[in-house]
């Protein structure tokens, strides 16, 4: 595999393969997510984005801020159709139709378009092993759409399908975690990250372009509409995801767990709770069961990164 680059301000590229110019809301952290991660994939990508409100603010008909090839595709089938665009490349390479060369084919969905309407054809891409890479930008709930739940929001959390009241307290199931259903696939590369630790980001996009066959790439996205937070406080707000190990970030690469970068001391859930108005509603009991949760989760996923780090250290035969 090509060696992996280490971003920083001094070598950042400079061509921006998201134009300026968008729609998008003020303090979108998720469009900030795609613009890091297009320089980290370079000119020579393909993406199949699904419906969502990276496709809502970027495509507004006649206008595109894409700068590379792209394919508009609907909620349920954004991997089915980059796997389709993947081994499309390859016979036409094979045939000496294209010149032989490494185009990036990457698919990118919002959390409904990977959780719940595109899970299938996800399940399907990893299962075949084709050399793509998907992104989901979390942000949550079907922001683009008027906030409805999906399976990625949140327990506790207010949408306009999950209202609190005298009969809800909010959304009422767990998040599901589609990081850890990737790699159960079994594939070489799996990655959570963040647009508040941009190298991060950045470097593992490149990581997930680089390796062979498929590899999933889940990035959290403030959004400040949704999440009835302060524009100007996106970024403050994904350090606290992880500060507080709502959403911490690590890599899974050939199936062994690594934190990137090693997990910040941690804060109380109810620092990142309170910035928050979708969470305005919760009881100190409710806050409590949440802060449990996020202790358990993370105990499970200091477990595999010990037990990756042991078995790297075995003696070979």
Same mark, same amino acid.
Request: proline share 7%.
């Given at each position: ?41 370079? @000119? ?5 984005? /699904? ?5 809502? *603010?970027? =495509?507004?008909? +006649?206008?595109?801020? %894409? ?108 998040? @599901? ?5 990737? /790699? ?5 590369? *799996?990655? =959570?990250?963040? +647009?508040?630790?941009? %190298? ?21 996205s403030v959004c400040p509409t949704g999440w009835r937070s302060q524009p100007e406080e ?84």
């Amino acid at each position: 595999m090509t060696e992996i680059k280490a971003y920083g301000p001094k070598n950042l590229p400079l061509e921006e393969l998201f134009a300026p110019g968008h729609r998008a809301c003020q303090g979108c952290a998720e469009v900030l997510a795609l613009r890091l991660a297009l320089k980290a994939l370079g @000119k020579d990508t393909v993406v199949a984005n /699904a419906t969502g409100c990276m496709e809502i *603010v970027s =495509t507004p008909l +006649p206008t595109t801020s %894409w700068v590379v090839p792209y394919i508009h595709v609907g909620f349920e089938n954004a991997a089915a159709v980059c796997s389709g665009v993947e081994a499309g490349l390859k016979a036409l390479m094979r045939k000496a139709r294209l010149p032989k060369k490494q185009i990036h084919c990457v698919a990118i969905a919002g959390d409904g378009g990977t959780a719940d309407i595109g899970m299938q054809a996800l399940s399907g891409a990893l299962e075949r092993g084709h050399d793509m890479v998907y992104i989901c930008l979390d942000n949550e709930a079907y922001m683009n759409t008027g906030i409805q739940r999906s399976s990625s929001t949140p327990y506790g959390a207010m949408t306009t399908t999950s209202p609190p009241g005298r009969l809800s307290f909010g959304q009422s199931t767990q998040k @599901k975690n589609v990081a850890e259903i990737a /790699a159960a696939h079994g594939i070489p590369y *799996v990655a =959570t990250a963040c +647009p508040s630790y941009p %190298w991060d980001l950045m470097k593992k996009v490149q990581k997930a372009a680089l390796v062979e066959g498929p590899a999933y790439v889940h990035i959290l996205s403030v959004c400040p509409t949704g999440w009835r937070s302060q524009p100007e406080e996106s970024i403050e707000l994904g350090k606290l995801a992880v500060a507080s190990r709502v959403f911490p970030l690590y890599e899974v690469e050939n199936g062994r767990y690594r934190f990137t970068p090693k997990p910040p001391k941690q804060v109380p859930v109810i620092d990142y709770l309170k910035k928050q108005g979708r969470f305005r509603h919760l009881t100190d009991k409710m806050i409590e069961e949440i802060q449990k949760n996020v202790d358990e989760q993370f105990c499970r996923l200091e477990a595999k990164v010990r037990i990756s780090l042991e078995a790297s250290q075995e003696p070979q035969e």
